[in-house]
């Protein structure tokens, strides 16, 4: 992938990190609030996703259309958390577990395509959040705190795991 695209995940990384400690400085946040914050997350990951499927180098027709369909699928929890920031608290739970586990199985799948230079630390980033979704997905009755200390969690291992990759990405020799 080029140095552009290594540079965007490390800002999506960076913003993440950026949620993250916004959720855990803001425990008392509304439901609203999370709600923006958390689809917001999902639904620029999800566009990331997209459109690394479109520039990337070496990965075959099946990976491209899986990831591109995976980004979709993240997007579009990013935006339906974002359309009614009212909805009940399990709908919102199940929304995000969904987009994070889409996002966790096609950072997976991308870093195991891939086999280029960070790939082990973007294999922790979907490990982490396809576990943060199963948890969801397992205590749908965890309530607004919980939720946000393991979104919080998350999103800023998660941020410091991409923060990680791309910077390993960055110091790699670049491909002729």
């Known amino acids: ?45 999800g566009g990331i996703r997209v459109l690394q499927m479109f520039v990337a180098d070496g ?3 099946l990976h491209r259309v899986f ?14 958390c974002l359309a009614d920031v009212t909805k009940s608290l399990g709908l919102m739970l199940l929304i995000v577990a969904f987009g994070w586990l889409f996002d966790g199985i096609g950072e997976i799948f991308l870093a195991i395509g891939r086999r280029g230079s960070g790939g082990g630390w973007r294999i922790v980033v979907g490990l982490v959040a396809v576990a943060a ?32 990759a791309s910077i390993s990405g960055l110091r790699s020799p670049q491909p002729v």
């Open 1 to 45: 992938m080029s140095r552009a695209w290594t540079w965007l995940r490390l800002a999506a990384g960076v913003l993440a990190i950026g949620i993250g400690i916004l959720a855990f400085a803001w425990p008392e946040a509304t439901l609203k609030v999370v709600a923006f914050l958390f689809g917001l997350n999902l639904l620029i990951v």
């Open 59 to 61: 990965l075959t027709v």
């Open 67 to 80: 990831g591109v369909l995976l980004g979709l699928l993240v997007a579009g929890a990013g935006v339906l």
């Open 133 to 164: 979704s199963i948890a969801l997905l397992v205590w749908p009755g965890l309530g607004l705190a919980g939720f946000v200390l393991i979104g919080a969690t998350t999103l800023v291992f998660g941020g410091i795991c991409l923060v990680a």
